[in-house]
């Protein structure tokens, strides 16, 4: 059985500072990664999705990287800014074939203090 | 191009009652997956349908329960609701092949804030 974790649960830090968030899972054997933010109250906003394939992804300010063998990935947040302030939570879908469910991580929570 | 559509927005019912929510997917996407986000849970999966048949369910009772219609709109309802089922309950699209691979990420709606009394 696949288990996500999210390591901090929180994490506050002052504007402007480079930030990484850390997802783990304990099956390597996925199909993908995706990372999201969750604003309160809000559905989940797709920020970037790695295939298996794939070391790393990169879109504006933000580069998640992956690495199967340790079961690992990370997001890293470039020049954090107040509006960066959500939950982030990462999500593995399973390479087993078939109607796989994904796991989500428990998220953490980020607050950039102004 | 309009995104994942959820309805209602909130949803205040009281024990033992029945309830409908709706999803309309990102148009060309054919699956579509449900989960329950609560504090103490997270994000729990559901179910997902693709071509009007459920591909997969999550552990939950058989109150929860769903459809897909040909058009790739999905209802999920729960019947005689309890304190329990109060939750945030997200819709999410996606494209995919037939044989089940995925082509496209994961687009979620804003949810069905549901309050149970």
């Known amino acids: 059985k696949q288990e996500v974790t999210q390591i901090p649960a929180a994490l506050s830090v002052p504007e402007g500072e480079n930030l990484v968030l850390n997802c783990s899972f304990t099956d390597s054997a996925i199909y993908n990664l995706q990372w999201f933010r969750q604003d309160p109250g809000k559905g989940l906003t797709s920020l970037l999705l790695?295939?298996?394939?794939?070391r790393e992804q990169t879109s504006g300010r933000l580069n998640a990287s992956l690495d199967k063998s340790s079961g690992r990935s990370t997001l890293y947040i470039a020049a954090s800014q107040p509006g960066d302030s959500a939950t982030y939570l990462c999500a593995v879908r399973p390479s087993s074939g078939g109607y796989q469910k994904v796991t989500f991580g428990t998220g953490t929570k980020l607050q950039v203090i102004p | 191009k309009a995104g994942v559509t959820q309805t209602p927005r909130y949803l205040i019912k009281t024990r033992g009652q029945q309830v409908t929510l709706s999803c309309s997917p990102i148009?060309?996407?054919?699956?579509v997956s449900w989960y329950q986000q609560t504090p103490g849970q997270g994000l729990q999966f559901l179910f997902e349908y693709f071509s009007e048949t459920q591909r997969n369910k999550g552990n939950f009772p058989g109150r929860f329960s769903g459809r897909q219609f040909s058009n790739s709109r999905s209802e999920m309802n729960v019947s005689t609701l309890e304190l329990g089922d109060s939750a945030l309950y997200l819709c999410?699209?996606?494209?995919?092949?037939?044989?089940?691979?995925?082509?496209?990420?994961?687009?979620f709606g804003n949810g069905t804030r549901l309050t149970v009394t």
């Open positions: 790695i295939q298996s394939s794939q």
């Open positions: 148009s060309g996407h054919r699956s």
């Open positions: 999410a699209s996606s494209r995919r092949y037939p044989d089940g691979s995925y082509n496209s990420p994961l687009h």
